[in-house]
C-alpha cells in the first residue's frame, strides 16, 4: 500500500459563524492575549502567526469572516482556501448553535462537496457567561457529520482554552484523524490538498 502524502508548509484556519459570537474576540484575544470588549471590530484583518511560536512550527494564517462587512461570495472563496474550518457559536446563544447544522455546515458542504475532506472544528465561545456545558448538543453532531474533527468550549474574555483552539486547529490540518479507507468504495484513500 502507497499513501500520497503532501506536508504542509502553513495553516489556513477561517473562523465563521453568527454575528456577535465572537469570532474576533477570540483570535484578537489569542493575538494580544488580553480581552478588550470596548474596541472590538467587525472583522479582523489576516493574522499570521510565525512558525517559531506556534506549537507545530509552522505559519499560521488566522481568517475572520464577517457577514456585516463581507458577501457570500467572499464566504464561499474563503471556505474554498481554508484548510480548517471553526464554526463559532455563543454557547449562552441557543439560535447561534441552530446555525451550525441550518446554514454553516450546508453551506460548507454545498461548497467543498458532501464528501469533502476539509476539518470542521466547533468552537462554543462565551463560556465565561454561563454555568452549563453545549458538549452533549454539539458532539452528538460529530455522529452525523464526519468532518467535525473536534469540539471545544472557550471564553475570549478569560482566554480559556484560547490557544487550545488554534492548536488542535493545527493539529487537525496537520495530523489529520479523518478514516484513510473507504469501506463503501473498498480503496484507500489519498491525502491531499
Known sequence: MQFRTQ??????????GEPGVGK???????????????????????????ADVTPE????LIVDYSAQEQTETELIEEIHKAHVICIVYAVNDDPSIDKITSYWLPII???????H????ILVGN?????????????????NEYPEIETCIECSAKTLRNISELFFYSQKAVLHPTAPLYNSEKKEV????D
Open 7 to 16: 506536508i504542509r508548509r502553513d495553516v489556513r484556519i477561517l473562523l465563521v
Open 24 to 50: 474576533t474576540s477570540v483570535i484578537l484575544s489569542l493575538v494580544s492575549e488580553d480581552f478588550n470588549e470596548d474596541s472590538v471590530p467587525p472583522k479582523c484583518e489576516e493574522i499570521t502567526i510565525p
Open 57 to 60: 512550527l509552522v505559519p499560521t
Open 109 to 115: 458542504q454545498h461548497t467543498l462537496g458532501k464528501t
Open 117 to 120: 475532506r476539509i476539518p470542521v
Open 126 to 142: 462565551k463560556v465565561d457567561l454561563v454555568d452549563y456545558t453545549t458538549m452533549e448538543i454539539v458532539v452528538s453532531l460529530m
Open 189 to 192: 484513500m489519498t491525502i491531499s
